[in-house]
């Protein structure tokens, strides 16, 4: 199947999912974030070529950045992860200098992820309209809330 028929089911999927937010044929604001959650789930690329309304040269230039910011993202989380794993996952008590090594590495995988955002912004605002690119950056503002609420209900607190 390709891309373009994968959007097309995941924007039809998500019109069903998402009943009250799609107006006038558009994407209308997204406020359900369960939906949002599912939507990107089921493909997040469709659902954000969806959102974004990408005419063929804004999208030609917009996903080689769309996809740098997502690798980017993806090594922070992992070093994000496996800190989050050393806080909690221990046998043995947490000592106070290994809890500082793993805040360490929370701070630097935030670090990362915020140098991956400013570099795609910059990048995106030279290739699309502001609008857009604003647009694009509420966007993934909204599927790493949900994903920071995610982690924060699976993940207990140090002790």
Do not use: C, H
């Amino acid at each position: 199947m390709n891309r373009n028929m994968t959007a097309i089911l995941v924007f039809a999927a998500a019109m069903i999912v998402m009943p009250g937010a799609w107006a006038e044929g558009s994407v209308a604001e997204v406020t359900d974030m369960e939906a949002l959650r599912t939507a990107v789930k089921a493909d997040k690329k469709a659902f954000v070529a969806a959102t974004l309304a990408l005419t063929d040269a804004e999208a030609k230039k917009f996903w080689p950045i769309y996809d740098a910011y997502q690798r980017a993202v993806d090594l922070a989380n992992r070093k994000r992860n496996l800190a989050i794993q050393g806080l909690i996952g221990r046998d043995k008590p947490l000592t106070d200098l290994y809890a500082k090594a793993l805040l360490k590495d929370l701070f630097d995988s935030d670090d990362t992820e915020i140098a991956a955002r400013r570099t795609m912004q910059n990048r995106l605002l030279r290739a699309l309209p502001a609008k857009k690119v604003a647009r694009y950056l509420q966007l993934e503002a909204k599927i790493r809330a949900t994903q920071a609420y995610d982690m924060a209900t699976t993940f207990p607190l140090v002790k």
